[in-house]
């Protein structure tokens, strides 16, 4: 079992920051990707930060391999940021590539 729980979503108005964390427990093993995804309502879950998206320069992940724990800081959010956030992360068991989802957590950005 695998267990990926975030927090630090929230309610922030624009211009400002918020700092989502991830950790993961469980039967961790190899993991070869931590990373994020967000979605909204009718829309196909997208990685952030995006290389040519409107996030560039403005959310950054880093990660804390010895916590298991990857984090997205974002700065400078813009009600377009309002989306539920999931952590994502790829562990390399018995031959295969395993992906693994948080449950999401919710930032919502006012204007």
């Known amino acids: 079992q695998v267990q990926l729980v975030e927090s630090g979503g929230g309610l922030v108005e624009a211009g400002g920051s918020l700092r989502l964390s991830c950790v993961v427990s469980g039967s961790v093993l190899n993991i070869n990707v931590m990373d994020w995804y967000r979605q909204t309502p009718g829309k196909q879950r997208e990685r952030v930060p995006s290389i040519d998206g409107s996030q560039k320069g403005r959310f950054t992940i880093s990660r804390d391999n010895a916590k298991n724990t990857v984090f997205l800081q974002m700065n400078s959010l813009k009600p377009e940021d309002t989306a539920v956030y999931y952590c994502?992360?790829?562990?390399?068991?018995?031959?295969?590539?395993?992906?693994?989802w948080g449950q999401g957590t919710q930032v919502t950005v006012s204007s």
């Open positions: 994502h992360v790829v562990m390399y068991r018995f031959g295969n590539d395993v992906h693994y």
